[in-house]
């Protein structure tokens, strides 16, 4: 199963964009990328998920490399409610397991 | 809709005792998924299920039963707790088993075993 890299935690001015960097060089072909956050030990919130184009909803955006080998969840303009721990998680092919990193913790600073 | 529903919220229990950790959703989703969460760390897949009277093991399965009667409803037991399944349950569904649907979480069951 691919494997996923993500800093251990950033800071994000509110109000500015927060840009959350994943590395996934393992990557198969067919294997999508998924983002996931978890507010304050409540139950994971699915972001955005993308194969190979940029992909954008009301949430965020998702910026995935022409390799493939990384990505980025850009959330435009980052609120303090944006608080959290944000996984960048490779599904496993043709199934729905999701294996969760560590993920990133992103402070959102008043 | 609920959404996904899991129950109790908080639970405590002697090393030894069994008990069985409930989730049950309302969407007609055919996939469901147990996950564990120890402190500072991510969530680990423990049994997952694609169907009614489908099921798998995760990366953790050890030490846990699940068995799948119906589409809502994805128990999780624990025969003979140990202090090493502290943790947080969290239970998960999907509509589809194989497709790119998103997973919903539930609130998730906070286990202590002393």
């Known amino acids: 199963d691919a494997k996923t890299t993500q800093p251990t935690s950033m800071d994000c001015a509110e109000g500015r964009a927060a840009n959350l960097p994943c590395n996934h060089s393992?990557?198969?072909?067919?294997?999508?990328v998924y983002w996931y956050r978890q507010i304050h030990s409540q139950g994971p919130q699915y972001i955005i998920h993308g194969l190979k184009n940029n992909e954008t909803n009301e949430m965020a955006s998702l910026i995935i490399t022409e390799d493939r080998k990384s990505s980025t969840l850009i959330l435009p303009h980052a609120t303090l409610r944006d608080t959290a721990v944000y996984y960048c998680i490779v599904r496993v092919s043709a199934t729905n397991k999701l294996i969760f990193g560590t993920g990133t913790l992103l402070a959102v600073q008043p | 809709n609920a959404g996904v529903t899991q129950t109790p919220k908080f639970q405590v229990l002697k090393t030894g005792q069994s008990m069985t950790l409930q989730c049950a959703q309302d969407m007609n989703h055919e996939y469901m998924s147990w996950y564990r969460q120890d402190p500072g760390m991510g969530l680990r897949l423990i049994h997952y299920s694609v169907g009614a009277g489908i099921t798998d093991q995760g990366e953790v399965p050890n030490g846990y039963n699940v068995s799948r009667s119906t589409t809502e409803d994805f128990p999780l037991r624990l025969l003979s707790a140990a202090p090493s399944q502290t943790s947080v349950y969290f239970c998960?569904?999907?509509?589809?088993?194989?497709?790119?649907?998103?997973?919903?979480f539930g609130p998730g069951t906070r286990l202590t075993v002393t």
């Open positions: 998960a569904s999907s509509y589809s088993s194989r497709g790119l649907g998103e997973q919903y």
């Open positions: 393992t990557i198969s072909g067919n294997e999508y």
